[in-house]
Structures are given as C-alpha cells and as structure tokens.
C-alpha cells in the first residue's frame, strides 16, 4: 500500500500499487480498475483526459458496482514481447 495525495487533498490516501517485471512479463495488454469517490462531470472529464493522453490506454470504460474505471493498455515494448 502506498500513500498517494494530489494538490486538493489534505490527507493522503492509500492505494495498492502492483510491480511488473518486465522481463517475465508475458501480456501484451494490462487491465487496472479504479475506484473513486468522485462522479461529478468536472472531474471525470478531467480524469477521462488524462487517461486518453497516454498513447499505451487502449480502451477506458465506466462502470458500475465494485470498480468505478476500467482501463486497458497495451502497445508496450518490452524485450519479452
């Protein structure tokens, strides 16, 4: 677990943070789910433009019930693949 804060938050929040050895790595495409505590139209605009910045996001989806994000990356060049 790591401590994660951005400018607006006062106090840090904890998130599990997963590290992939590149080496052994055999996917080409990595799935992460996100859980957040904000839904206005303000932020998920912001956090949606964030996310389609990165080249490797090859699908985002919004979802329902446990996970609020889902997000696939690929395109990764790694000497494994």
């Known amino acids: 677990m790591h401590d994660v804060r951005t400018e607006d938050q006062e106090k840090p929040k904890k ?10 790595l055999t996917l080409r495409h990595v799935n992460s789910r996100f859980k957040t505590n904000q839904h206005n139209a303000e932020w998920v605009q912001r956090f949606r433009k964030i996310v389609v910045s990165f080249p490797e996001v090859v699908d985002f989806y919004r979802l329902s019930g446990d996970v609020d994000y889902l997000i696939r990356a690929g395109g990764f060049r790694y000497s494994c693949l």
């Open 15 to 24: 998130i599990a943070v997963s590290s992939l050895d590149a080496e052994k």
